[in-house]
């Protein structure tokens, strides 16, 4: 673990972000991700403080004030109707909102410390839930981006609900979560992939639900393929599978 945090200091970049290798020389959406990690380990405060305000800074480019006046005039808004008010982030700097950079970014910055948290913190967290809840599919659930496209309904995802749900978890009550988690359950039984399926049971149990009983085994899926080898989704089943960790907080209800 030692080894694993000295790369994340040595990594990070002048301007406080991480670039997804080390070979590249801009950051992106991986920063809400090392800020999430080096914020448990105690000791990393200027890097973590460094890395939320480059979170903060990054404005998506296609929701700024000029391009939200010229979406007026655009057929755009008849074929994926969204409230362009509302901002999240990309998976690079300054490109567009999408709903899993969005989440990681959401929970670095309500994990955080008062006192790393820089003054447009609260606003962009603002801008964000709403994002979210503005993108989320008719039926529950959210998929990569819009909800709807010509009119036509979008298929909700397991992985984007999910890290949607746990950025928001401490909105319980609120219709739109109750309506995802229904959904969430409902197709747990026909989940395939180790990394959903793990994903899935962390964010049943971080909402108190009870895991359903159909809900395939992880172990038979490693069985089936060995999760392809996949170093992320051994990660995630090793976290769904362990004790509760602190990494995520059963959700807690806030004023809506």
């Not at 939320?52 to 010229?70: E, G, H, N, V, Y």
């Not at 395939?216 to 069985?223: G, M, S």
Request: glycine share 8%; hydrophobic share 40%; net charge neutral.
């Amino acid at each position: 673990m030692a080894r694993g945090v000295q790369f994340l200091r040595t990594t990070q970049l002048a301007d406080g972000s991480w670039p997804a290798t080390p070979a590249e020389k801009s950051g992106c959406w991986v920063t809400s991700l090392c800020c999430w990690t080096l914020q448990a380990t105690g000791d990393s405060a200027a890097g973590v403080a460094a890395g939320l305000k480059w979170i903060s800074d990054d404005w998506p480019r296609d929701t700024s004030a000029w391009q939200r006046f010229l979406a007026r005039f655009s057929s755009q808004n008849e074929v994926h109707p969204i409230n362009n008010a509302y901002r999240g982030w990309g998976w690079t700097p300054e490109t567009s909102s999408w709903v899993e950079p969005t989440s990681f970014a959401l929970i670095a910055l309500e994990r955080a410390g008062s006192d790393s948290l820089p003054p447009n913190s609260e606003r962009r967290r603002e801008l964000a839930t709403g994002m979210l809840y503005d993108r989320i599919c008719p039926g529950g659930g959210w998929n990569c981006g819009n909800p709807r496209v010509y009119g036509v309904a979008g298929e909700p995802l397991v992985v984007p609900t999910v890290w949607a749900l746990l950025a928001l978890r401490h909105y319980p009550a609120r219709a739109e979560n109750v309506l995802s988690l229904d959904w969430l359950a409902r197709c747990v039984a026909s989940i395939q992939g180790g990394s959903s399926l793990a994903l899935a049971k962390i964010c049943v149990e971080a909402y108190g639900r009870q895991w359903p009983s159909d809900a395939p085994r992880l172990r038979d899926l490693y069985e089936r393929n060995a999760f392809l080898d996949s170093v992320q989704a051994t990660a995630l089943s090793c976290l769904a599978l362990g004790e509760r960790s602190h990494f995520l907080a059963s959700a807690t209800a806030r004023p809506t």
